[in-house]
């Protein structure tokens, strides 16, 4: 186990560093950035796979950063960025997911969908137990989400239908 927390604290500790230099920066570097930090920070050779680090609407491209589509669009202020990035040491493999607004502060719209997820994500995470499938947090967090997105306003009808 001790392996699996020195993996996942790579990402994790770059995640808490990366705020302060794209919001000063304003540049697609986020992946560099975490290359280097996996390397010489936390030791590692090789990443998990290619770090994904979408800013505006590249950060609602699946899989954007890939050698057809690299990662190249400059932050702009008011973008969310989206950073999908893991680090492979010993065999081991970490994969860290997070969204962020790049300025530092969501839009009202973005700290809805922002919060929305993250409540669909909790209540998957309160739920997850020996026993429980797949599908079934995968339905949860489907009815969370509706829930919230008609509670905004964005949806209407039964959530259950």
Request: with cysteine; hydrophobic share 35%.
């Amino acid at each position: 186990m001790d392996w699996i927390y020195f993996i996942f604290r790579i990402p994790k500790d770059y995640n808490n560093k990366k705020y302060s230099h794209i919001k000063k920066k304003k540049k697609n570097s986020g992946e560099s950035l975490f290359l280097h930090h996996a390397y010489s920070v936390g030791g590692c050779r090789h990443a998990s796979y290619t770090c994904i680090c979408g800013s505006g609407t590249n950060s609602s491209i699946l899989h954007y950063g890939h050698a057809g589509a690299p990662n190249s669009k400059p932050v702009q202020d008011g973008d969310l960025c989206l950073f999908d990035m893991g680090a492979n040491y010993c065999g081991y493999a970490a994969d860290i997911t997070c969204t962020f607004p790049a300025n530092g502060k969501f839009t009202d719209d973005q700290k809805f969908i922002y919060n929305a997820v993250l409540d669909a994500r909790n209540a998957v995470t309160e739920s997850a137990r020996d026993g429980v499938s797949w599908v079934d947090m995968h339905k949860l967090a489907g009815r969370v989400l509706l829930q919230r997105l008609k509670e905004g306003g964005m949806l209407k009808g039964d959530v259950e239908e």
